[in-house]
């Protein structure tokens, strides 16, 4: 295994210098007030109001007859939009209600795969950010420490102007475009192969390519979970009721009421831990040392499927030499959950194979976290195959896809860039298992400060919040010579840019038609405009394909958003009127049980790796201590943990005020400690504590609970904004991220972003 110096090493890096505070992007002077991107009423606004005669008398009579209002409103007519919502990645389907022009209500789409019917708390808080006064209205311009508005068409001419300078003075790899991963994604890809950059970033490196990348070398694609139908369901540090997953979250409660059994393997006792029969609170960063000993005691007492083995894998005498040093006494002492517990559940979930299954997972515990992440990946993977429910009913299961319709031959498609990606991914000797399509987004940073990128779009992504290290981060952003941000409102990474592009919200907008397939049947969807935009923005797709006209590739481009969705749906004999009407379609065949060849150099599932092998990497998972563990001996020190609230969505939704304020009354913006380590500290649940870690160093007050294991405290992720033009959220909370040092995992590049310690005392 590569040591500690590829990791720190790779991007030239130690732990790193502070080049600038981020109290200098707070310092900037955003958004001149005074300006016609005024975000508080302008005084001709006031007199245009006051010419309408609405006095403030009439407007108090008005007021005063609330009961006449409340029935004019209530009658008049409604109409029902179906759509997606925006307030997360999982999108899920919606119906939008519209009366007098306004929003008025949304429910779940109960067709949608994704979330049957249902929408959580940050859905229905998000939509009020239609209205949210703070919204960028027009299209801005950096001039000097301030922004000016502009013209979309001036934008982008100056844009072209200088990345077309950027591109002949440097060439193609010196661009770069980070987007959310969503429905247009392809497009924003297509524009930058027609530009000849393969420079095309996710969030992935930060949230999930370890657990990606496991599935993958081991099965050959990530596959789901048919939760519903299971009668045992292991979830390892995923927790769908707070890092919501709707769907997720009702196929289990269904199952539990059939009668599965549910355990949950989280350091904190999560909102799933809540529902579940049994919570397994497990030592952070040894899940690893879990799963070996699980898959110990199934081939020590043949608990395994057989035929499934002999079938359809290949390794597994090589499995069965490697694991019988992990007994479960072992597992114990490093994962410290007894031993005759990890021999129990193990016999309990070979009892109910093949409807028992270990939850794929997702960020929490193993998607970007460790340096074991991508071993702990495999060996979940394993263990699931050892129970034989791959492709089964009730086990882990491959969902029917839908591969969308292409805008070729019709549009043809730029040719594929002739450079290599610069952060490595995919390259043998740099991060070979790392995910092409993801890339390393946290190390653009890096890739700017080396010179190598020079110039960058930020589409619907806030690299400034969510990256680990962010005056790394500052800095490197800073470095370019030319940054655009795409967002809806001035993020901390919009404030640094030197053009900010508004894109419309998302009930304003039609999209680029997206497939869905985490259920047995795929579907496809379409997120379309629900409301007239209010002010001057535009769609993501309009924008993409307004910025390849001016860049000169406009034959890429030759089409309009209808067009596209009219032949991304050719494939499936729908039309765009009828995906229209109901928002989500099913689409091509029903899920069937059994397994033939899989995507993987086999064929077969890998339980040894000669591929990895091959790269220098373990071919088997084997034991791996985290990077770095807390000090045993010093009261003060913790590995800092992070995770997902249900009532906010990264850095997106901490400015909306319903749901701060459900933050405020619940008190919830606090640093989880466990009791007995705090009243070591002299600490009373609610007092101030400093928290400091080899980067960044903060205060927050903290909560003592017997609901999280005693060498973690546990951050939620959610705040921690520095942007001061996101005024209801500014300054409340710390963000993980403030304390994590830029570090990447030597085979997929991934973020490990809980491998830090943080020292703690009491303020
Ligand atoms: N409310 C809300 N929901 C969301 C999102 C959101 O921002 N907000 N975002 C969506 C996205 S992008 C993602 S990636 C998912 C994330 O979904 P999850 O991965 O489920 O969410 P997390 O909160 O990151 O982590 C889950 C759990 O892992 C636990 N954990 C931490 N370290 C370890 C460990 O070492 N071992 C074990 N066993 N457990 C550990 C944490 O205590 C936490 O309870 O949520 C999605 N849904
Ligand atoms: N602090 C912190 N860091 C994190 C996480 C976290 O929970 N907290 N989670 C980690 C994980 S699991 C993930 S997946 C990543 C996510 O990383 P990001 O994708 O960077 O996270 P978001 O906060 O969702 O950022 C989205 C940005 O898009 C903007 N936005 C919202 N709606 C729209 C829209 O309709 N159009 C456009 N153009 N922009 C829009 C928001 O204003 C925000 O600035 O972060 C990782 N890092
Ligand atoms: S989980 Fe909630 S916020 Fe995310 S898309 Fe669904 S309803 Fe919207
Ligand atoms: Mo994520």
Redesign the pocket.
């Known amino acids: 295994m590569l040591g500690i110096n590829k990791i720190l090493s790779h991007f030239g890096i130690q732990v790193l210098p502070q080049f600038i505070g981020k109290d200098e992007v707070m310092d900037h002077p955003i958004v001149d007030m005074k300006s016609p991107v005024n975000f508080r009423m302008t005084r001709r606004g006031f007199l245009k109001v006051a010419g309408t005669g609405l006095t403030a008398a009439t407007l108090g009579n008005t007021l005063l007859d609330f009961a006449a209002w409340e029935k004019e409103i209530q009658a008049a007519p409604t109409e029902m939009i179906p759509t997606q919502c925006?307030g997360?990645?999982n999108r899920c389907g919606i119906l939008a209600y519209v009366k007098n022009g306004r929003i008025w209500k949304i429910e779940g789409n109960p067709e949608a795969n994704g979330n049957l019917g249902l929408i959580c708390p940050k859905g229905h808080g998000y939509v009020h950010e239609l209205y949210n006064p703070q919204r960028l209205k027009g299209p801005l311009k950096r001039v000097g420490n301030r922004f000016e508005p502009i013209s979309w068409e001036q934008a982008y001419k100056e844009i072209a102007q200088k990345i077309n300078l950027i591109l002949l003075e440097n060439g193609p790899q010196s661009i770069f475009w980070v987007n959310?991963p969503q429905s247009n994604n392809l497009y924003a890809l297509r524009l930058m192969h027609a530009l000849g950059s393969p420079h095309y970033f996710t969030?992935g490196s930060?949230?999930?390519t370890a657990r990606n990348a496991g599935w993958k070398v081991t099965v050959g694609q990530l596959p789901c979970n048919d939760l519903g139908n299971a009668k045992y369901i292991l979830i390892i540090g995923r927790n769908p009721a707070g890092g919501i997953d709707l769907a997720q979250v009702k196929e289990i409660v269904e199952a539990k009421e059939k009668g599965a059994k549910l355990v949950v393997v989280d350091p904190r006792h999560s909102e799933t831990a809540v529902i579940a029969d049994e919570w397994l609170p497990i030592k952070p960063g040894t899940d690893l040392a879990l799963l070996l000993s699980m898959i110990h005691v199934m081939i020590k007492e043949e608990l395994y499927d057989k035929e499934f083995i002999k079938n359809k894998t290949v390794g597994f005498q090589e499995l069965e030499d490697e694991t019988v040093n992990y007994p479960p006494e072992w597992a114990e002492k490093v994962c410290e959950i007894p031993a005759k517990t990890i021999v129990r559940i193990t016999r309990e979930m070979a009892q109910a194979r093949p409807k028992a299954l270990l939850h794929r997972g997702y960020?929490g515990a193993f998607?970007s976290q460790y340096l074991n992440s991508f071993q702990t990946a495999r060996a979940l993977a394993i263990a699931n195959s050892l129970l034989g429910n791959i492709n089964r009913e009730g086990g882990i299961i491959f969902p029917k896809s839908a591969k969308l319709g292409e805008l070729q031959p019709k549009h043809p498609a730029p040719e594929l860039p002739k450079v290599q990606k610069a952060d490595g991914t995919g390259i043998p000797g740099r991060y070979p298992v790392g995910s092409y399509g993801d890339g390393i987004t946290h190390a653009i940073p890096e890739l700017a400060l080396s010179g190598e990128l020079k110039a960058g779009f930020v589409?619907?992504?806030?690299?400034l919040?969510?990256?680990p290290n962010p005056k790394r981060v500052i800095a490197g952003y800073k470095k370019l010579e030319l940054l655009v941000a795409?967002?809806?409102?001035l993020?901390e990474?919009?404030s640094i840019a030197h053009y900010v592009l508004p894109?419309s919200?998302?009930l304003e907008r039609t999209e680029a038609v997206d497939t869905k397939h985490s259920g047995k049947r795929a579907q496809v969807s379409i997120q379309q405009q629900v409301v007239k935009p209010l002010y001057n923005t535009r769609p993501?797709t309009q924008i993409i394909i307004d910025l390849a006209k001016h860049l000169g590739v406009e034959k890429y481009f030759n089409f309009d958003i209808e067009e596209g969705n009219r032949l991304r749906l050719q494939p499936f004999g729908v039309t765009l009127e009828e995906l229209k009407k109901k928002g989500m379609l099913f689409v091509g065949e029903e899920w069937k049980e059994g397994l033939s060849k899989l995507e993987t150099p086999s064929g077969k599932v890998e339980i040894y790796s000669k591929a990895l092998e091959d790269l220098g990497f373990s071919p088997l998972p084997r034991w791996e201590e985290p990077l770095v563990s807390p000090d045993p001996k010093d009261p003060r020190s913790f590995r800092l943990l992070?995770g997902?609230q249900a009532i906010h969505?990264?850095?997106?939704t901490a400015n909306q005020p319903y749901l701060m304020e459900i933050s405020r009354y619940y008190d919830m913006v606090r640093l989880w400690m466990n009791s007995e380590r705090g009243k070591t500290l002299g600490l009373k649940d609610g007092d101030e504590i400093e928290i400091e870690s080899s980067i960044g160093k903060g205060s927050i007050r903290v909560r003592l609970t017997e609901g999280i294991h005693p060498s973690a405290v546990w951050l939620p992720?959610?705040y921690?904004i520095y942007s001061r033009n996101l005024n209801n959220a500014f300054g409340v909370g710390l963000?993980?991220?403030d304390f994590v040092p830029t570090l990447f995992d030597p085979a997929v590049g991934h973020a490990m972003t809980s491998e830090v310690i943080v020292r703690i005392k009491k303020a």
Request: charged share 10%; hydrophobic share 10%.
């Open positions: 925006n997360c990645g959310y969030h930060t949230c999930y960020h998607g589409y619907h992504n806030n690299p919040r969510t990256n795409i967002d809806t409102v993020s990474t919009a894109e919200f998302y993501g992070h997902k969505t990264h850095s997106m992720s959610g921690g963000s993980y991220n």
